[in-house]
């Protein structure tokens, strides 16, 4: 389906009145405005459905092949966009962010092995890193992350008389981005009416909006994002970013049809988006469905994975229309907080549990907490944990039988991991 974009746009004119006819100061209400983002851009600049073709074929005839590369990094700038103090994330939430981020799209995340046995020869390292720019586009050092304040609410779903959205642009109270060819520009403010985030598919958005919104919230695992369960694992950017990579939604465009798909090959057709976290296996479409792939709507805790076909997918749209995310602008020297080999390392055992679980842990930082949660997002215990290393003993034998969420963070760094309770 090359012309998957511009269905977004004749949908929403003809049949899918619901996101054209909302406020035209805000997006539709739903977690991911991806799909409402694309809707309004087309209607405010039709230029944009030209563009956004001429990128579709552009990927579709293009390698999907590394070329030769093994791990391409991707050079970051955050733009932390607050009206309050506690809309100012801290810099150890962004790195946990990162951490996150490099993590699945490696396939090093903790919780991939609890992918379904029929999905887990379909699991994809995407190699694709990401870290903190280290040098701004005048070719000044950076800590990849930028903070202006701003005096407006909610300022992710705004825009301005012009039509032009407020966070994206400095005198309209948010922040320019930094060049869009070279970098990737997340933007994190207050977006508000259960929004969690969205992201700019190539070609859908001037190079001014390019990029990925996300509530901070729902931004990594420490800070303010640690209390927002069952979003609290930084898998809104993880999501958010697929989508700036071009890859879909895994049920298409129509939520109500098994006609549409994500226009990948090995995600089974899926009618909708699955909630919470269902019990597999799910029947969809006569196919098991893959719910817990990144590109759904599951919570954080049950998401594991992107498939081979997804990688395909996104390395076309690397080696075409962002081929300059490629060009090396660099790290920031406090880039190291980010990478997974940096961060606590956790070890639960045994798994399943009975009546006792040992967690070893090492590399925490000061200021430790151990929480347990189950799927459903309930906490079931939180206890303090200490620096270093060590090994500490945990009664859960008033967990009743199912699979569990353990988190440790700290000020700088988190670590998150499933185990079964018997």
């Not at 951490?99 to 887990?120: G, K």
């Amino acid at each position: 389906m090359n012309n998957c974009a511009l269905r977004f746009y004749w949908s929403c004119c003809f049949s899918g009145m619901l996101f054209c006819l909302g406020s035209a100061d805000t997006l539709a209400q739903s977690p991911c405005q991806a799909d409402a983002l694309v809707q309004r851009n087309f209607k405010r600049i039709p230029e944009l459905m030209t563009l956004r073709q001429d990128y579709l074929d552009r990927m579709a005839n293009t390698p999907t092949q590394a070329q030769g590369r093994t791990v391409v990094s991707i050079s970051v700038v955050v733009h932390v966009v607050y009206k309050s103090n506690l809309e100012n994330i801290s810099d150890s939430q962004i790195f946990s962010q990162l951490e996150v981020l490099n993590a699945d799209y490696r396939l090093l995340n903790e919780n991939a092995s609890a992918t379904p046995t029929l999905f887990t020869p379909l699991a994809a390292d995407m190699e694709v890193e990401f870290c903190l720019a280290g040098t701004d586009p005048d070719g000044n050092p950076t800590s990849g992350i930028v903070r202006r304040e701003t005096p407006w609410n909610n300022i992710g779903q705004l825009t301005a008389p012009d039509g032009r959205p407020r966070i994206h642009y400095t005198e309209l109270g948010g922040n320019d981005a930094w060049s869009p060819e070279h970098y990737l520009n997340i933007w994190v403010c207050s977006i508000g009416g259960g929004i969690l985030g969205f992201g700019a598919y190539p070609g859908t958005a001037p190079p001014a909006e390019d990029g990925v919104v996300i509530d901070p919230r729902y931004f990594g695992t420490t800070g303010l994002a640690a209390f927002n369960v069952p979003h609290h694992l930084g898998r809104t950017a993880t999501h958010e970013i697929g989508h700036y990579f071009n890859l879909f939604h895994i049920w298409g465009e129509d939520e109500f049809s098994c006609n549409d798909d994500d226009d990948v090959e090995d995600t089974p057709t899926q009618r909708g988006p699955y909630l919470g976290c269902p019990v597999f296996p799910q029947l969809s479409c006569g196919n098991s469905a893959m719910f817990m792939n990144f590109m759904d709507y599951t919570n954080d805790a049950c998401m594991t994975l992107f498939t081979a076909g997804q990688k395909v997918r996104l390395w076309a749209t690397l080696n075409s229309v962002r081929a300059g995310l490629m060009d090396g602008v660099g790290c920031s020297t406090t880039a190291a907080h980010s990478l997974p080999s940096q961060g606590a390392k956790l070890h639960i055992s045994p798994n399943p549990a009975g009546e006792m679980l040992t967690v070893e842990i090492e590399n925490l930082r000061p200021g430790g907490m151990l929480r347990i949660f189950d799927l459903t997002g309930k906490l079931w215990l939180a206890t303090p944990v200490g620096p270093g290393s060590k090994a500490k003993q945990i009664d859960v034998s008033g967990l009743p039988a199912g699979v569990f969420q353990l988190q440790i963070f700290s000020e700088t760094n988190s670590r998150f991991g499933l185990f079964g309770k018997i």
